[in-house]
């Protein structure tokens, strides 16, 4: 039994050490402190499209894109069918 015991804590260590090696090959992880080499860099992320003010209906309380703003009265509206006439 101790022997079995031995065994499976020489296989545990071995498989510590393989992989800790190989982590220590594959470089700083992402986010890493200091420069990175040109060859690992992230590809830049596209702009990020600036959001769009939302407006609530005067009839029903929804909110809209103001794009879709039906103005009636000086207050905002989601469709026509809202929109007093």
Not at 19 to 39: E, I, N, T
Not at 50 to 74: D, I, W, Y
Request: glycine share 6%.
């Amino acid at each position: 039994m101790t022997r079995l015991l031995f065994w499976i804590a020489l296989v545990i260590l071995v498989v510590a050490a393989i992989r800790s090696k190989l982590r220590k090959m594959s470089g700083p992880p992402p986010g890493a402190q200091g420069q990175q080499p040109a060859q690992r860099q992230q590809p830049q992320r596209p702009a990020e499209q600036p959001t769009e003010k939302m407006l609530q209906c005067a009839h029903c309380g929804v909110h809209f894109p103001a794009s879709e703003n039906v103005p009636a009265n000086g207050r905002d509206y989601c469709s026509a069918a809202h929109a007093p006439h």
